[in-house]
């Protein structure tokens, strides 16, 4: 599985887990709300790993035009 595809992935589940915790919150939270917070922090957290991970391994790279000489 390609790195970029799992990135994708863990976003998309972020955003799942972000939209059931809205639904859980309007009718009316409990222990289902937790559940979809701790969910989005392990997501994000997972992201921001693979991402750092990516970035020193070379497997991600820098793109922006004003970085171009770095």
């Known amino acids: 599985?390609?790195?970029?595809?799992?990135?994708?992935?863990?976003?998309?589940?972020?955003?799942?887990s972000?939209?059931?915790g809205l639904v859980f919150m309007l009718r009316g939270g409990g222990r289902s709300l937790y559940r979809s917070l701790m969910l989005r922090v392990l997501?994000?957290?997972?992201?921001?790993?693979?991402?750092i991970i990516g970035l020193l391994s070379g497997?991600?790279?820098?793109?922006?035009?004003w970085l171009a000489g770095v």
Do not use: H, N
């Open 43 to 51: 997501f994000c957290a997972l992201l921001v790993a693979l991402v």
């Open 59 to 65: 497997q991600l790279a820098y793109r922006a035009p």
């Open 1 to 16: 599985m390609s790195f970029t595809v799992l990135l994708l992935l863990l976003f998309a589940a972020a955003l799942v």
């Open 18 to 20: 972000l939209g059931g």
